[in-house]
């Protein structure tokens, strides 16, 4: 297999990082990636259907002959398998980066950025061997540059409106009489920490016992709490939003690198955890489409669907940079992981509550850089359960593919939550807060309804009265000129709605 002839691994190609530094790189610096492997039999999510851990293994886990073959072409270049998860179809190796070179025939630079962060990088195809064809479904690690962006934002000023999640929960009509008992609710996070004086005191604010929340450190990460300015406003307002819908839930988080292979990681092993049984997964974190490989794409995107297939709800922030997402090239992009048809995507509003307790929501929109993201994908095609939405083909590329967002609730910084970060009170917003908002109303939903609702997406396109309308507002960018309008039924901005028990629309 060593002098095997060698081909493009399908969806492998990555642009050169731009605006670093170069630096030396030794071929000597030992690096540990991720190998993803095909499964036995392809998914075929049936929303009916809900998966145990062992019938998705037997039907869906890698074949051990497929591993073998790929840990021998490993071997043979000495590299040294640390894990092989056949339940999450990827293979663990460690090795030098001459030697991982030499594998896949890429050619990895040393970079650093402004912050003086300093990443091993490759741009350009990944090559196998042509018997692995089909076989290695993506390789993952060596590029370790930040993916993914926290889709949360810090009230300027103090806002004359702000909410405890209590009172969010109170005002859309959450259910009532369960408090997520049973559940565990997994949370994604790319960086940050949290520290429990902080949750202890939070929850004491709020009258509520606090969950019982604990670390999973997937590829060698850490809870590592810093200052309120970092990432830790969005590990706990994750935290503090899900445990204050759900504070009877347990709460589990998934804490691994930024990058492609640590987000990646992190949600295969959410979705397969079998300690700690996550029965919802909240994601915060994300990037335009356009930003990511295909095989980065598809991977996660069949990670996700995975855990719908155990009955899993994965929630995911739609993006905080309106119909542009953040990107400057004049079109207008989707967030990933928001984009999967496997996700319930999650957009944002504002809210206002007067005294008469009559409501006021809109699409939050307030600049290019904080508006609820959402549009249509250029990647995924157009599901099965948006075929009635009447989803338009996306502004740029005319493609008929999957509309965002499916859902949407208050997200505007300036009707934020009130959270405590690193001992520090703050008003925070984005649909960084729906996407654990979500998670907290599955987890009651799950408790009450003595089932998971996992793979919800098609029950709420099927019987969209479940969600109170969003007619007013825009997520149109400036810099594209571009972007959606809210409207009666689904739109490109708000999806279907506010997911809770309210019939009426609220007032535009």
């Known amino acids: 297999m060593k002098s095997e002839s060698k081909i493009v691994l399908a969806g492998s190609r990555k642009k050169p990082l731009e605006g670093c530094e170069p630096v030396t ?26 998966m145990s851990h062992e019938e998705y293994n037997q039907q869906h886990g890698t074949n051990p002959a497929d591993a073998k073959l790929v840990h021998q072409f490993l071997v043979e270049h000495g590299l040294q398998v640390t894990e092989t998860d056949l339940p999450r179809n990827s293979i663990k190796v460690k090795g030098s980066i001459g030697k991982f070179e030499t594998a896949f025939n890429v050619s990895l630079a040393g970079k650093k950025d402004n912050a003086g ?5 490759r741009s350009g195809d990944i090559y196998i061997p042509q018997s692995l064809n089909g076989i290695i479904t993506g390789v993952f690690g060596l590029d370790n540059r930040p993916i993914a962006r926290p889709m949360f934002q810090v009230a300027k000023a103090t806002p004359s409106t702000s909410y405890t999640p209590v009172q969010v929960s ?3 009509g959450f259910p009532t009489g369960v408090n997520g008992s049973g559940q565990t609710i997994g949370i994604i996070e790319l960086g940050g920490g949290f520290r429990a004086t902080d949750i202890k005191n939070y929850f004491k604010s709020l009258k509520v016992t606090a969950p ?14 810093t200052t309120s300015g970092s990432a830790d406003g969005e590990v706990m307002l994750d935290i503090e939003v ?63 669907q995975a855990a719908a297939t155990l009955g899993i709800t994965v929630t995911v922030a739609a993006g905080d940079g309106g119909s542009a997402d953040g ?79 499916d859902v949407a609730a208050d997200a ?23 996407a654990p908002l979500m ?9 009450q309804n003595g089932n998971n609702a996992g793979y919800i997406n098609p029950t709420l396109y099927a019987a969209p009265g479940l969600c109170r309308d969003i007619v007013s507002g825009d997520n149109i960018t400036t810099t594209t000129h571009l972007g959606y309008n809210a409207g009666p039924g689904w739109d490109a901005c708000s999806g279907l709605g506010v997911l809770s028990k309210l019939g009426a629309s609220a007032n535009a």
Not at 25 to 43: C, F, G, H, P, Q
Not at 117 to 121: D, G, L, M
Not at 212 to 225: E, F, G, H, I, M
Not at 439 to 447: D, E, F, R, S, T
């Open 242 to 304: 899900a445990g204050g819908v759900a504070p009877g839930a347990n709460i589990a988080v998934y804490f691994a690198p930024n990058t492609d292979q640590g987000f990646l990681d992190a949600i295969t092993k959410a979705a397969h955890d079998t300690t700690n049984k996550p029965s919802v997964i909240s994601i915060s974190w994300g990037g335009a489409e356009v930003n990511w490989t295909e095989q980065a794409l598809t991977n996660m995107n069949e990670a996700i």
């Open 327 to 405: 990107v400057t090239d004049g079109d207008v992009h989707v967030d990933f992981p928001a984009s999967s048809p496997y996700a319930l995507a999650c957009g944002g509003t504002r809210l206002v509550v007067n005294k008469n307790g009559e409501l006021t929501e809109t699409v939050w929109n307030d600049s290019d850089t904080s508006a609820t993201g959402g549009g249509v994908s250029d990647f995924f095609a157009l599901p099965d359960y948006q075929a009635n939405a009447n989803v338009p083909v996306s502004l740029s590329t005319q493609f008929k593919g999957r509309g965002v967002p």
């Open 117 to 121: 962060n300093s990443y091993h990088t």
């Open 439 to 447: 998670a907290g109303l599955m987890a009651l939903l799950n408790q």
């Open 170 to 172: 109170q005002i859309y």
């Open 412 to 434: 505007d910084p300036d009707t934020g939550y009130n959270i405590l970060v690193d001992g520090k009170k703050m008003v925070i917003g984005g649909t960084s807060a729906v």
């Open 25 to 50: 790189l030794s071929k000597n610096k030992k690096i540990e990636i991720t190998v993803r492997l095909r499964k036995k039999e392809a998914l075929k999510l049936t929303p009916s259907k809900v």
């Open 212 to 225: 019982k929340v604990k670390a999973v450190l997937v590829d060698k990460a850490k809870n590592k709490p």
